[in-house]
């Protein structure tokens, strides 16, 4: 009975390390190094890199889960036997092993489904939200980043909570990469940069035609897409923090 227990604390300290290594490597590049690099780095740069990076660490991770398959295995075989086994100790480890079959799955699914496609449609030229690559790939990055939402905790009594009002922004600190302001005659284009700053480029307005915005575009793509839509006359200006600090302003006519 005693070695049957040794046995099976064994497999438990193994898939606790392969569930440690999985795990903390999903917090360290899913929360700390994905951000930083799609902010600093340019698209399409940034996504190469970090579908490059997110495909080796999926060997890891599958790696990691046949690991704790294997230790659920053992752990189960060295249990005790029917006779000595409760219930709640019976239905823990139905639990521990359906948990950790849906786990594997996940990884399975999103290396050998998910992780590729994004490298895919990154190579194509494909800009989370613009197009139909565009869209397939906001909806994959989803799929791939989804999870229960995690209430905070209650306001205290008392405490009044201040909230984004509708309509154009208020003074304050900027949350978007970019200060963009146009000017634009014909109506037809100028509703389709407001619709472009409202949708794809998560825009928040500041004026009819000045809009804070952000998205996965370069500067380039961001400026053809701009001039697409100006005429003769016309005018836009988008100003960005250059890596000096420095605020930088790009004028298109």
Known sequence: MAARWRN????????VFALAIWVGGLVALGACAAPIVFRIVPAPQSGDAMGAVFQRFDGLAVA??????????????????????????????????????????????GGTQLSPRIVELHAAGAV???????????RIHRRAESGPPRPGPPPPPGDI???????????GFMNHDYVLTFSIRNSEKARTLVELCK????????????????????????E?????LL????????YYLSDSKRIFRVVLS
């Open 8 to 15: 099976g604390d064994g497999a438990a300290v193994v898939a």
């Open 64 to 109: 990691c889960g046949v690991v704790l398959l294997a230790c659920e295995a053992m752990r189960i075989r060295f249990e005790p036997s029917a006779s000595y086994a409760t219930r709640n100790m019976r239905l823990a480890t139905r639990t521990r092993t359906a948990l950790s079959i849906f786990a594997v799955a996940a990884a399975i699914y």
């Open 128 to 138: 989370r939200g613009s197009g139909d690559d565009g869209a397939e790939l906001e």
């Open 161 to 171: 909570r201040m909230k984004r009002p509708d309509g154009p922004l208020p003074s």
């Open 199 to 222: 949708g794809p480029w998560q825009g928040d307005e500041v004026t009819a035609s000045t809009w804070e915005i952000s998205n996965d575009l370069n500067p380039d793509q961001m």
């Open 224 to 228: 053809k897409q701009v001039l697409e």
């Open 231 to 238: 005429e003769e006359g016309d005018r836009a200006c988008y």
